[in-house]
């Protein structure tokens, strides 16, 4: 179905000057009963433990980073320069990419994630030993030609072990409990992403009539059933957040190759070519970090002017202060 064209607001839905999983998927029911520890100790969503490589390697790595060039090889630089994806997928584990593709239109509308920054996920994802890479969302408009239109299905069609797919039956979902979620305390997640080992955010950088911008976080709403009820009974941003706790991205990779500054999600709007790639294991720092660096409506924002990003901050999901993070910044 299509959403129409929502209404620019100029100086940015969601955005103003007063602030306006890990999931254990595998063995997800079992963890759950794990949440209430989890809050008593301070931690957040349901963490599943990484081999001591990666944690070394996570150590050593920086926090986040900023790769620059053709969007295939700014995002394997980007990847690499945090350890690389070895230090996120294990031989044999069952990986989720979840870009944005929920449009049909091409790339350079800047509506979905860019096909070549897809693939190059799921390249790395099969040479770090995946067993099965999954690319997921969940359509707004006709689910085979967003797969055609958004160029993702014919960019991964030749990869072993790679599947593309647009799903929006009700018989693709599970309904979960949320327990960290303030507001948004049950929800209907995609089969796949709970039995998945590893989820990998690939969000395109957007703007959004609803919430300012659509990255990373925003983008989780591809994965459930009904997106509709977060706009209509919860404080969206909220929900947004209660989301997160649930479905924590491993990996974050925004894709700012080209950044629809206005007019989001559906478009058209103003196209900015930035040809930038970010990459973090920390969605809230990724996100911040694209709304940091590029024009949003015209002009420029702070992460905290993004309340689910603030939000977010707060409930101790992730950082926005930019200023405390190591970032390498790369040249593909």
Known sequence: MSTGHPTDHKTGPGLGPHLPLRVSRRNFLKAQGKAALLLAVGGHGLLRTRPLAAAQSADEAPDLTVARGEPGPATRAAVEALGGMVAFVSPGQRVVIKPNMSFAQPPERATNTHPDVVRELAVMC????????????HPLQNAEMCL??????????ALPDVSVHTLSAARFFRSVPIPLGEQLRETQVMEDVLGADVLIAAPVAKSHSATGVSLAMKGMLGLILDRGVLHR?????????DLTTLLMPDLTVVDA???????????????????TVIASRDVVAADAMAVSLFEWYGRRFEPRQVRHI?????????????SGLRIDEITA
Not at 126 to 137: F, M, T, W
Not at 148 to 157: H, K, L, T
Not at 233 to 241: E, M
């Open 310 to 322: 603030l939000l977010a901050h707060e409930r101790g999901l992730g950082s926005m202060d930019l």
């Open 233 to 241: 009974r919860f404080d969206l941003h909220t929900a947004i957040v």
């Open 126 to 137: 099969r040479e770090a030993g995946a067993a099965r890479v999954r690319v997921l969302d």
């Open 257 to 275: 190759t080209r950044v629809l500054s206005t007019n989001g999600p559906f478009g058209p709007g103003k196209v900015l070519q930035e040809d």
């Open 148 to 157: 055609v239109q958004s160029g993702i299905q014919e960019a991964c069609a």
